[in-house]
């Protein structure tokens, strides 16, 4: 064994003369390490290896391809929130909306683990997320340590916490409201490197370091389970070319409605980029001023995943308690677009009967029936006499939204002497308008929200 250790014969030495006049040096050099020693070094070193790589991707790390986290984030340069950055999805997979939500789905290997860091947030979008710098995303400003805000000296911070929601699947108007709600000391410090978990508050402040920032709240929800009743939109269309169906809904002053959005948009490609786009909406409250506790918000909604897939829905509920005219708009914001805006016109609290009165219907000499599907009015043509009043019902058995609308004697549609529906008829819904037409003639009608596919007339005779 001596041999096959040291490659030659070993000489007899008597191990007392050796005691006495070998040096230290002498002893390790001349040391022999067993047989197995090698094989042991280089197990420790695989499995070094292998430990590392393990806290690399996971315990430093997850999430993983497959994971869908979420976490809420507001950014502050001293008392002033900082508009939501723009909606960039990144090859990695850590990407937001432009719905203050930080989105961490892993598409490859480099975004998993501490890939998915929120330096990497900030990063990959073209910003920058250092202990001492700033830069967000869309911004040519750069915030570093040292500069003033407010006329003192500024520091940045980045602070973590728990929204207390889990999972966040996607209930982000809680979660945010949740996250704005804490104090700065419900928060912790953390570095760029930090991974936001599946349900933290971020909070990224530059300001003084000893002055808490103040968070206003930015919306109100209300529980759409207690709506009153249900209005169905739809929205396609990019950038400029945006479309909400209808652009503008009607309620009653008190009333809780639920107003469900389904994003119809078309996916398209340019070039090597994939234009998928995310829509939303922001309801202005009583004040008529976006950004204020009194907005309800509809988060960005995916478009559709493919050809001919359907598109995500969502939902928020609504109520004004004074009549008026107020704005809704599309939640995205895109750098250099004026986001779309329609309106929402809140009509006078319709009056209660007293307990145990039936309200009377009002009068009519003669009551037609109309079903609206989603490609045409069955029947397409209705007759009446002239001079007498008429109650059409209306319908609605296709799965959008529907109406009535009668052109009147002035043969034009959208003028004063129209007849047409209240509100809107939504799917398995029923309408109805009452009205009375003197000459003789044949009249238009048309669903507003499908103007050129759900058409016919009326004969007055």
């Given at each position: 064994m001596d041999f096959w250790r040291s490659g030659q014969a070993r000489s007899y030495r008597d191990p007392r003369v050796a005691r006495k006049s070998m040096t230290v040096w002498q002893r390790i050099a001349g040391f022999h390490f067993p047989a197995w020693a090698p094989v042991v070094f280089i197990i420790a070193i695989v499995f070094g290896i292998l430990g590392f790589l393990f806290y690399y991707r996971s315990a430093a790390g997850a999430p993983r391809i497959g994971d869908h986290w979420h976490a809420a984030y507001a950014i502050f340069v001293g008392d002033e929130l900082q508009p939501r950055i723009q909606e960039?999805?990144?090859?990695?997979?850590?990407?937001?909306h432009g719905d203050s939500m930080i989105h961490t789905h892993p598409h490859i290997q480099v975004g998993e683990g501490s890939g998915a860091k929120v330096a990497n947030f900030f990063g990959d979008q073209g910003g920058k997320l250092t202990n001492n710098e700033l830069k967000i995303p869309g911004r040519e400003k750069v915030y570093k340590n040292g500069e003033e805000v407010d006329g003192k000296r500024a520091e940045l911070r980045i602070l973590r916490a728990d929204s207390g929601i889990h999972p966040l699947g996607g209930d982000f108007n809680r979660a945010i409201v949740a996250c704005n709600a804490k104090p700065e000391s419900e928060f912790e410090r953390v570095s760029p490197r930090y991974v936001a978990k599946d349900g933290d508050c971020i909070r990224i402040v530059f300001g003084p370091p000893e002055v808490p920032v103040v968070v206003e709240q930015d919306r109100t929800i209300i529980d759409p389970s207690t709506a009153d009743r249900e209005i169905q939109m739809e929205v396609t269309g990019?950038?400029?070319?945006?479309?909400?169906?209808?652009?503008?809904?009607?309620?009653?002053?008190?009333?809780?409605v639920k107003v469900t959005l389904k994003n119809n948009s078309e996916v398209t490609q340019e070039g090597d980029k994939t234009i998928a786009p995310f829509h939303g909406l922001r309801f202005s409250g009583a004040d008529r001023e976006y950004g204020t506790s009194d907005d309800y918000v509809l988060p960005n909604l995916?478009?559709?995943s493919g050809p001919g897939l359907p598109g995500q829905s969502g939902s928020v509920a609504i109520?004004?308690?004074?009549?008026?005219?107020?704005?809704?708009?599309?939640?995205?914001a895109l750098e250099g677009v004026t986001p779309i805006t329609g309106k929402v016109i809140v009509g006078e609290a319709a009056a209660t009967p007293a307990p145990g009165v039936t309200p009377t219907p009002v009068p009519a000499d003669l009551s037609l029936d109309l079903t609206a599907t989603d490609a045409a009015f069955e029947p397409a043509a209705l007759t009446v006499e002239a001079g007498k009043t008429f109650r059409i019902k209306l319908a609605?058995?296709?799965?959008?939204?529907?109406?009535?609308?009668?052109?009147?004697?002035?043969?034009?549609?959208d003028t004063t002497d129209d007849i047409v529906t209240s509100t809107f008829v939504n799917p398995g819904g029923t309408g109805e308008i009452v009205g009375k037409i003197d000459a003789a003639g044949t009249y238009a009608i048309r669903d507003d929200y499908h103007k050129t596919t759900l058409t016919g007339t009326l004969t007055v005779q």
């Amino acid at each position: 064994m001596d041999f096959w250790r040291s490659g030659q014969a070993r000489s007899y030495r008597d191990p007392r003369v050796a005691r006495k006049s070998m040096t230290v040096w002498q002893r390790i050099a001349g040391f022999h390490f067993p047989a197995w020693a090698p094989v042991v070094f280089i197990i420790a070193i695989v499995f070094g290896i292998l430990g590392f790589l393990f806290y690399y991707r996971s315990a430093a790390g997850a999430p993983r391809i497959g994971d869908h986290w979420h976490a809420a984030y507001a950014i502050f340069v001293g008392d002033e929130l900082q508009p939501r950055i723009q909606e960039i999805v990144t090859s990695e997979g850590i990407h937001t909306h432009g719905d203050s939500m930080i989105h961490t789905h892993p598409h490859i290997q480099v975004g998993e683990g501490s890939g998915a860091k929120v330096a990497n947030f900030f990063g990959d979008q073209g910003g920058k997320l250092t202990n001492n710098e700033l830069k967000i995303p869309g911004r040519e400003k750069v915030y570093k340590n040292g500069e003033e805000v407010d006329g003192k000296r500024a520091e940045l911070r980045i602070l973590r916490a728990d929204s207390g929601i889990h999972p966040l699947g996607g209930d982000f108007n809680r979660a945010i409201v949740a996250c704005n709600a804490k104090p700065e000391s419900e928060f912790e410090r953390v570095s760029p490197r930090y991974v936001a978990k599946d349900g933290d508050c971020i909070r990224i402040v530059f300001g003084p370091p000893e002055v808490p920032v103040v968070v206003e709240q930015d919306r109100t929800i209300i529980d759409p389970s207690t709506a009153d009743r249900e209005i169905q939109m739809e929205v396609t269309g990019n950038a400029e070319q945006t479309v909400f169906t209808p652009g503008s809904i009607d309620v009653q002053a008190g009333e809780t409605v639920k107003v469900t959005l389904k994003n119809n948009s078309e996916v398209t490609q340019e070039g090597d980029k994939t234009i998928a786009p995310f829509h939303g909406l922001r309801f202005s409250g009583a004040d008529r001023e976006y950004g204020t506790s009194d907005d309800y918000v509809l988060p960005n909604l995916d478009p559709p995943s493919g050809p001919g897939l359907p598109g995500q829905s969502g939902s928020v509920a609504i109520k004004y308690d004074t009549p008026g005219e107020y704005e809704f708009r599309d939640e995205q914001a895109l750098e250099g677009v004026t986001p779309i805006t329609g309106k929402v016109i809140v009509g006078e609290a319709a009056a209660t009967p007293a307990p145990g009165v039936t309200p009377t219907p009002v009068p009519a000499d003669l009551s037609l029936d109309l079903t609206a599907t989603d490609a045409a009015f069955e029947p397409a043509a209705l007759t009446v006499e002239a001079g007498k009043t008429f109650r059409i019902k209306l319908a609605n058995s296709g799965t959008v939204i529907h109406n009535l609308r009668i052109a009147g004697p002035d043969g034009q549609f959208d003028t004063t002497d129209d007849i047409v529906t209240s509100t809107f008829v939504n799917p398995g819904g029923t309408g109805e308008i009452v009205g009375k037409i003197d000459a003789a003639g044949t009249y238009a009608i048309r669903d507003d929200y499908h103007k050129t596919t759900l058409t016919g007339t009326l004969t007055v005779q």
